[in-house]
């Protein structure tokens, strides 16, 4: 019975929802350090049909599951508040940073 306890909490705090701040950026380019940051790039490849990605300052990589949702910020730092399921952001709002 603990156990079961156990892993419903554990499911239960990682489905609280948490804010994440990082760039939008597409997939392909998000493991090159030069293109973060390039709006312009950013927004080409998405429109060709790359999946979009928040990188980290850490440079840590999150799958977005609402594309639509974060096109719009192509190569702008944001903060996205949402759930997290394994590595992959279920997005409730996008704010754009300064």
């Known amino acids: 019975m ?3 306890l156990a892993v419903f909490a ?3 705090i990682s489905a609280m929802a948490a804010d994440w701040t990082g760039t939008i950026i597409d997939e392909k380019c998000s493991t090159v350090k030069g293109m973060k940051g390039n709006a312009a790039c950013a927004a080409k490849c998405l429109k060709g049909g790359e999946a979009a990605v928040l990188l980290t300052d850490e440079d840590k990589i999150y ?3 609402d594309q639509d949702k974060v096109v719009a910020h192509a190569g702008h730092k944001v903060t996205i ?3 997290l399921d394994g590595d ?3 997005v409730d709002s996008v704010k754009m940073l300064m």
């Open 10 to 12: 554990f499911c239960a």
């Open 2 to 4: 603990k156990k079961v």
């Open 63 to 65: 799958k977005i599951a």
């Open 88 to 90: 992959t952001i279920k």
């Open 81 to 83: 508040s949402g759930t």
